[in-house]
Nanobody, 125 residues
Framework: QVQLVESGGGLVQAGGSLRLSCAAS????????MGWFRQAPGKEREFVAA????????TYANSVKGRFTISRDNANNTIYLQMNSLKPEDTAVYYC??????????????????WGQGTQVTVSS
């Protein structure tokens, strides 16, 4: 079993930055592709970014490309999401997740095996 705990969310003004962390415990996530998703009130959960097992490959939703950066530290079992130039439409609960499916599947939430509880990000205008 893998337990994932997100942190780093909060309230920030538009144009600001936040860095989310996802700490894994129970077993190492070094063998999993990892992703970040978000869910705004009244909306479905949507893909944000994913990173491969080695960290060599990343992919992003078009809405965050160029503003968000996903990274991982396998030695410390932690995944990060650096969010810059934040917009009010980025307001959501952000979740990290682990998947044993191939990297090309990381855009699909149903392919993920483990999920964190989420951290709230609120961007004010």
């Amino acid at each position: 079993q893998v337990q994932l705990v997100e942190s780093g969310g909060g309230l920030v003004q538009a144009g600001g930055s936040l860095r989310l962390s996802c700490a894994a415990s129970g077993r190492t996530v070094s063998g999993y592709n990892m992703g970040w998703f978000r869910q705004a009130p009244g909306k479905e959960r949507e893909f944000v970014a994913a990173i491969s097992v080695s960290g060599d490959s990343t992919t992003y939703a078009n809405s965050v490309k160029g503003r968000f950066t996903i990274s991982r530290d396998n030695a410390n079992n932690t995944i990060y999401l650096q969010m810059n130039s934040l917009k009010p439409e980025d307001t959501a609960v952000y979740y990290c997740a682990a998947t044993s499916y191939p990297f090309y599947s990381t855009g699909f939430s149903r392919r993920y095996d483990y999920w964190g509880q989420g951290t709230q990000v609120t961007v004010s205008s």
